[in-house]
């Protein structure tokens, strides 16, 4: 059990310390992952930034991933939407508008007060508050992978035992605490889940775009 986000993070950047990188960058998901990735960043000296997928919600039941769709467009379906796609085809091309439109909003919040950082040659760690689907997690790392990184590593507090096995053929590494076969919810392992708003993801941002870095990565809370 981790008592908030910044614990976990402090905690997997102990099992990241000491490791050779190259340049790094931290890509976070927000919004949850986004003070994951402050933590990390500040406690490796790397770079932060964000990496905008969202999920695709299942017809009826908005709460179920189906899928996720990545910043640039592309976009990752779960096996089981990918056996009934024909019947979800119609339903998807909408759900799959409305997500791109709340990605180009946060594009625009967060690119205000951090352009895009540059990820060719780098050693580039994608994070999160945990993996339940892996849907946003699976769309995050094609999208990364296609900007020809030097390493792609994932680093989570707690995952899908399940979910955890497929990330790691999509990647170089995994680093995960907790990946536990009672699992359920990725807030179950947290004793504070406070939801991260926006306002907090542009403050960190923010803190590690400007030339001076702010002394800590806590939250605004």
Same mark, same amino acid.
């Given at each position: 059990?981790?008592?908030?986000?910044?614990?976990?993070?402090?905690?997997?950047?102990? #099992?990241? /310390? =000491?490791?050779?990188?190259?340049?790094?960058?931290?890509?976070?998901?927000?919004? =949850?992952? &986004? !003070?994951?990735?402050? *933590?990390?960043?500040?406690?490796?000296?790397?770079?932060?930034?964000?990496?905008?997928?969202?999920?695709?919600?299942? +017809?009826?039941? +908005?709460?179920? @991933?189906?899928?996720?769709?990545?910043?640039?467009?592309?976009?990752?379906?779960?096996? #089981? $939407?990918?056996?009934?796609?024909?019947?979800?085809?119609?339903?998807?091309?909408?759900?799959?508008?409305? #997500?791109?439109?709340?990605?180009?909003?946060?594009? /625009?919040?967060?690119?205000?007060?951090?352009?895009?950082?540059?990820?060719?040659? %780098?050693? *580039?760690? !994608?994070?999160?508050?945990?993996?339940?689907?892996?849907?946003?997690?699976?769309?995050?790392?094609?999208? !990364?992978?296609?900007?020809?990184?030097?390493?792609?590593?994932? &680093?989570?507090?707690?995952?899908?035992?399940?979910?955890?096995?497929?990330? %790691?053929?999509?990647?170089?590494?995994?680093?995960?605490?907790?990946?536990?076969?009672?699992?359920?919810? *990725?807030?179950?392992?947290?004793?504070?889940?406070?939801?991260?708003?926006?306002?907090? *993801?542009?403050?960190?941002? %923010?803190?590690?775009? $400007? +030339? @001076?870095?702010?002394?800590?990565?806590?939250?605004? %809370?």
């Amino acid at each position: 059990m981790f008592r908030d986000q910044e614990d976990a993070a402090r905690r997997l950047a102990a #099992q990241l /310390k =000491g490791r050779p990188l190259y340049q790094p960058l931290v890509l976070a998901i927000p919004r =949850g992952g &986004a !003070v994951t990735g402050a *933590v990390l960043a500040q406690e490796l000296g790397a770079d932060l930034d964000v990496v905008l997928s969202r999920k695709l919600r299942a +017809p009826g039941q +908005p709460e179920v @991933a189906i899928g996720a769709i990545a910043e640039d467009g592309q976009v990752y379906l779960n096996p #089981q $939407a990918e056996a009934v796609f024909d019947l979800l085809e119609d339903y998807l091309i909408e759900e799959r508008r409305q #997500q791109l439109a709340e990605i180009a909003r946060r594009r /625009k919040l967060f690119r205000a007060v951090r352009p895009q950082a540059p990820i060719a040659g %780098r050693s *580039v760690i !994608v994070t999160d508050d945990g993996i339940a689907t892996g849907s946003t997690m699976f769309a995050a790392l094609q999208a !990364v992978k296609a900007q020809q990184p030097r390493e792609l590593l994932v &680093a989570v507090p707690v995952a899908s035992p399940d979910r955890l096995e497929e990330i %790691r053929r999509w990647c170089d590494d995994v680093v995960c605490l907790l990946a536990p076969e009672e699992f359920q919810a *990725v807030g179950q392992f947290y004793a504070d889940f406070t939801q991260v708003e926006d306002d907090e *993801v542009v403050e960190l941002l %923010r803190a590690f775009a $400007a +030339p @001076a870095r702010a002394p800590t990565a806590s939250k605004a %809370r």
